[in-house]
C-alpha cells in the first residue's frame, strides 16, 4: 500500500524557509504571493496489512515533530 505523508507547521510557528521564499519570489516580481509555508512530503510503501495505529505511530515517533508540526496521510 502506497501512502503519502504531508507534514507541515502548525499555525503561528514561524517559517523562516517559507519568509525566505517569499521575499525571493517578490524579489522576482511576483508580487501577488501573500505568504509562503513550506512543508514536507512523505512517500511510504508499507505493507497492505499495516494498520492505521502503525502509521500514526509511525509519524508521531519520527515522521513528523507532533510539537510544532501537523501531519496528514493519504492512500494512494
Do not use: W
Not at 15 to 24: E, N, S
Not at 42 to 61: F, G, P, Q
Request: proline share 1%; aromatic share 4%.
Amino acid at each position: 500500500m502506497k501512502l503519502r505523508i504531508f507534514v507541515t507547521l502548525k499555525s503561528g510557528v514561524l517559517d523562516p524557509q517559507g519568509k525566505a521564499v517569499h521575499k525571493a519570489l517578490d524579489g522576482l516580481g511576483f508580487g501577488g504571493v501573500n505568504d509562503v509555508r513550506i512543508g514536507k512530503l512523505i512517500e511510504l510503501d508499507v505493507a497492505d496489512s499495516t494498520d492505521d495505529a502503525a502509521i500514526d505511530e509511525m509519524c508521531r515517533k519520527l515522521l513528523a515533530n507532533t510539537v510544532i508540526e501537523n501531519y496528514r496521510v493519504e492512500r494512494a
